[in-house]
């Protein structure tokens, strides 16, 4: 009367968490690919003056990945930082209520393992979100973007 068991097998449920995560992991990603579209836009005259003087396509995606994966990887390493300063000041006094009367404690301790991932997942996001915007900005003909022309 609940319903079919293949809906609540291992497979499904862990198949269903993973749809969910990619698509909490994707909306930053389009996020920050909507900045660096921003980005490029704003900083359209230079990049046309470089291309007009004789910047590859390949030196300017170059350039535009390394901006964007420095930028990630800051905002990663900052955040990491915070999350330990707030944890190590915070985390002593922080509890868990049992019942009425008891509170047991929370421990917390930095972990490696977890810090590279973070740091790999920033990487990650700093290449995909960087790989499309620098591609269209390859692409761009600086003559039409300085007439007043879009990219």
Do not use: W
């Not at 930028?71 to 915070?82: E, P, R, Y």
């Amino acid at each position: 009367g609940y319903g079919d068991p293949e809906d609540y097998s291992v497979g499904t449920s862990l198949l269903k968490y993973l749809m969910f995560a990619l698509a909490f992991i994707l909306l930053p990603a389009v996020n920050l690919m909507a900045l660096n579209f921003a980005r490029i836009h704003e900083r359209g005259e230079e990049i046309a003056v470089r291309k007009s003087f004789g910047a590859s396509g390949k030196v300017l995606r170059r350039q535009f990945l390394f901006e964007n994966i420095l930028m990630t990887l800051t905002g990663g390493v900052l955040g990491m930082l915070f999350a330990y300063l707030v944890v190590s000041l915070l985390g002593s006094s922080l509890t868990i209520r049992i019942d009425f009367l008891n509170n047991v404690p929370i421990s917390f301790s930095f972990n490696y393992a977890v810090f590279a991932a973070a740091l790999i997942s920033c990487l990650l996001f700093g290449l995909l979100s960087g790989y499309l915007p620098a591609v269209r900005l390859s692409r761009m003909k600086p003559a039409v973007y300085l007439k007043g022309g879009e990219l």
